[in-house]
């Protein structure tokens, strides 16, 4: 949290509401579970006691868009697939936030065909792209941080 002024000895902190909220945003992102390939392995492992994603306050990864604002498109999505992403996408309460994890979800993989989307930005505005095939989760952990630094860097004029 970014202190702008430290006031006397009664140890009283100011700072500005956009960066108290910006904070609060950032440490408690709540996944929604989009796995959708062999990324999803990775992504699972992100929340297993190795690597525990519940230290960036990721308790644990939602099923329902009602109670996610961060959605980790991992894997390849097919043509098919596209409109039910982008259904829950909608689903989900703003602010909203998009990482594309794994080469398939960001521009296709080896997958250069007419069934499987050529990137997922094509549906949803993306924020971090994650590259790998698959992505470790130490790569999705610094997506995630990337993330919070740019939410963190957010604007109150932003928000509407």
């Given at each position: 949290?970014?202190?702008?002024?430290?006031?006397?000895?009664?140890?009283?902190?100011?700072?500005?509401?956009?960066?108290?909220?910006?904070?609060?945003?950032?440490?408690?992102?709540?996944?929604?579970?989009?796995?959708?390939?062999?990324?999803?392995?990775?992504?699972?492992?992100?929340?297993?006691?190795?690597?525990?994603?519940?230290?960036?306050?990721?308790?644990?990864?939602?099923?329902?868009?009602?109670?996610?604002?961060?959605?980790?498109?991992?894997?390849?999505?097919?043509?098919?697939?596209?409109?039910?992403?982008?259904?829950?996408?909608?689903?989900?309460?703003?602010?909203k936030w998009v990482i594309s994890m794994g080469d398939c979800a960001?521009?296709?993989?080896?997958?250069?065909?007419?069934?499987?989307?050529?990137?997922?930005?094509?549906?949803?505005?993306?924020?971090?792209?994650?590259?790998?095939?698959?992505?470790?989760?130490?790569?999705?952990?610094?997506?995630?941080?990337?993330?919070?630094?740019?939410?963190?860097?957010?604007?109150?004029?932003?928000?509407?």
């Open positions: 949290m970014g202190v702008t002024q430290r006031l006397g000895e009664m140890g009283i902190v100011t700072t500005t509401l956009e960066q108290a909220v910006n904070w609060g945003r950032t440490r408690a992102m709540w996944p929604m579970l989009f796995g959708l390939a062999c990324c999803a392995i990775e992504m699972m492992a992100t929340q297993a006691a190795h690597h525990d994603a519940s230290r960036f306050g990721m308790e644990l990864m939602r099923a329902s868009p009602r109670q996610s604002d961060l959605m980790i498109v991992a894997g390849r999505v097919s043509r098919k697939m596209a409109p039910v992403l982008r259904r829950l996408y909608d689903q989900m309460p703003d602010p960001s521009c296709g993989g080896v997958f250069n065909n007419y069934a499987i989307l050529q990137g997922v930005d094509e549906i949803v505005p993306v924020d971090v792209y994650v590259a790998g095939c698959p992505p470790r989760p130490e790569q999705l952990f610094h997506g995630i941080m990337t993330l919070q630094e740019k939410v963190m860097e957010s604007k109150i004029k932003d928000w509407a």
